[in-house]
């Protein structure tokens, strides 16, 4: 791996703790202003000052976030469908590297759909895009196992990883599953996870906790801290259980207390 590579790549995961808090704000590229991003530069200002990393669009980056925030970036570079679509996976790239180098990214990401219709276009559209990305030392993010009828289990899971890792990635978004240890094991390259859709605030600390004792790097997280009742307490609280490793009971404590602060402000 080359210098420019490994210094990104440790710009999004922080090497003393070797993990990172990525905050997921890519929704709109298929979802379109979906709850709690539908002004998606209020939404992430607050959040920004605990977050390790922001992933997003280039037209969110462009528009919506202060070009002197100090905060790495990872680049959403494939789209092309809409929510409307039954078939999610008809997707490419959007984004040439080109312009992901002229917005200072640290990093890119795609989706890739394994056992999905286009599953053989976006495998070659990530192999496509580490061959340029990997020319200008930007580390590539594969997201995988997107779209409503994935079986989400470690055999699947692990399946989808491992290809992406195998075919250059440089570090690979899942979902936890049920012996995700066999996922995070099978996979040579960093694994962080995604929240998925909203759940109540403990489970979602739980995963996390999970996620990252069973190997995990990190999480990239969204709708699980966008659309918290307390967006701030519950990313402050991911990251304690990331980067600390405390237990769960103590990061809801911190989402507890930050939502109380908050009421509190509210009425005075
Ligand atoms: C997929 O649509 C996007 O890459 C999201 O960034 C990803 O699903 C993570 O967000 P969430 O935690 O809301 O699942």
């Avoid at 991003?37 to 000052?49: C, D, H, Q, S």
């Avoid at 495998?123 to 496509?128: E, N, P, Y």
């Avoid at 049920?178 to 996979?187: G, K, L």
Wanted: aromatic share 6%.
């Amino acid at each position: 791996m080359d210098w420019g590579l490994k210094n990104r790549l440790s710009r999004i995961i922080k090497p003393d703790t070797g993990r990172t808090v990525m905050l997921a704000v890519d929704h709109g590229y298929f979802l379109g202003p979906t709850t709690g991003l539908e002004e998606p530069g209020k939404t992430v200002e607050p959040l920004l000052p605990y977050a390790d990393t922001l992933m997003l669009t280039r037209g969110v980056l462009r528009n919506c976030v202060d070009p002197e925030t100090d905060i790495p970036i990872v680049l959403r570079v494939s789209g092309g469908t809409s929510v409307l679509k039954d078939d999610l996976s008809n997707e490419g790239i959007t984004v040439s590297i080109r312009d992901a180098i002229r917005l200072n990214v640290s990093g890119v990401a795609l989706s890739i759909f394994v056992g999905a219709p286009n599953e053989r276009e976006t495998l070659q559209s990530m192999a496509d895009l580490i061959d340029d990305a990997e020319e200008f030392g930007i580390p590539v993010l594969a997201v995988t196992a997107v779209g409503k009828d994935m079986v989400r289990d470690a055999r699947y899971l692990a399946l989808c990883c491992r290809i992406a890792a195998e075919m250059g990635a440089h570090f690979v978004k899942t979902y936890y599953c049920d012996d995700f240890e066999r996922v995070v094991s099978t996979c040579p390259v960093p694994v962080v996870i995604a929240g998925g859709k909203k759940i109540p605030e403990n489970d979602a600390l739980q995963l996390a906790h999970n996620a990252v004792k069973r190997g995990a790097v990190g999480v990239d997280m969204g709708r699980n801290i966008f659309q918290s009742d307390c967006p701030v307490g519950m990313i402050k609280a991911v990251r304690a259980i990331v980067h600390e490793n405390i237990p769960v009971e103590e990061g809801y404590k911190i989402y507890e207390s930050e939502k109380a602060n908050n009421v509190k402000t509210a009425v005075a």
